[in-house]
């Protein structure tokens, strides 16, 4: 419980007025929690498609514009701002050193920016395609959000801290990775698994497990080349991306 507790209390909005200890055991269980948490968000944008689209009878566009902002605001825009961040240490081609300078710099940058509107245009173009097309299921809404998290938690067990400080530093060393993976890749056939049981389709599981490992083996590679390691920054940016391709990866099966 307290896992899933602290999972709440550092990366949604959510109130969780209570003091958990930051021992192995608790950092361990609220990333094993991450993915589940994932899944909660995508039930509530769920929830929000329904009310907008069912029963308010919003359009579309209007009815994505609020799934997105849903999708954002219960994350308190942690990880987007991971992901504008990114992009401005990335661009800005500068040494590893000056590129995790960029990182811990709260000012918002040109690129940056850019970033953040292509983002925000990708999201909400994909939501209203999903709507467009009729495929807003409940369980892909609940699903991509899990395995964009679980792909997290592979990348953040496997690469060393990029820096010695920071909140993403003190979580590694905190942390026992082999059980976070174990119950991560556990949990996340599972996932698959009920997907293709509830639309007799093997091939798109199959797809999706293919992108993410290949996602997971590439932003390692990247981060280690780019960065040496993994940031809180950087682990933003891999859940927004990969939920924007599990979307379109999605949108491209059904």
């Known amino acids: 419980m307290n896992g899933i507790l602290l999972a709440l209390q550092f990366f949604t909005v959510l109130p969780i007025h209570k003091e958990i200890p930051l021992n192995r055991k608790e950092v361990t269980m609220m990333y094993c929690a991450l993915p589940f948490i994932g899944g909660a968000i995508g039930l509530t944008m769920y929830g929000v498609y329904e009310i907008a689209a069912n029963i308010l009878q919003f359009g579309p566009l209007l009815t994505a514009v609020l799934v997105v902002l849903t999708w954002i605001g219960l994350t308190g825009g942690l990880h987007v701002d991971g992901w504008a961040d990114t992009a401005d240490a990335f661009f800005s081609y500068r040494t590893r050193e000056k590129r995790l300078g960029i990182l811990e710099d709260p000012r918002l940058g040109a690129f940056g920016a850019m970033a953040l509107v292509l983002l925000m245009i990708m999201k ?131």
């Open 124 to 254: 909400i173009a994909l939501i209203h395609e999903v709507i467009l097309q009729d495929m807003g299921a409940v369980y892909l809404f609940m699903m991509i959000p899990f395995l964009a998290r679980a792909g997290l938690n592979i990348c953040f067990s496997t690469l060393r801290p990029a820096k010695s400080t920071g909140i993403a530093h003190f979580f590694r060393e905190k942390l026992a990775p082999t059980v976070v993976i174990v119950v991560t890749v556990f949990s996340s056939m599972l996932i698959l698994f009920a997907y293709y049981y509830g639309t007799n389709q093997w091939l798109p599981p199959v797809i999706l497990a293919g992108s993410i490992a290949a996602a997971i083996f590439l932003f390692r590679r990247w981060a280690m080349k780019h960065f040496h390691g993994m940031t809180g920054d950087l682990a933003g940016a891999f859940i927004e991306g990969m939920e924007a391709l599990l979307w379109l990866i999605v949108l491209c099966l059904l």
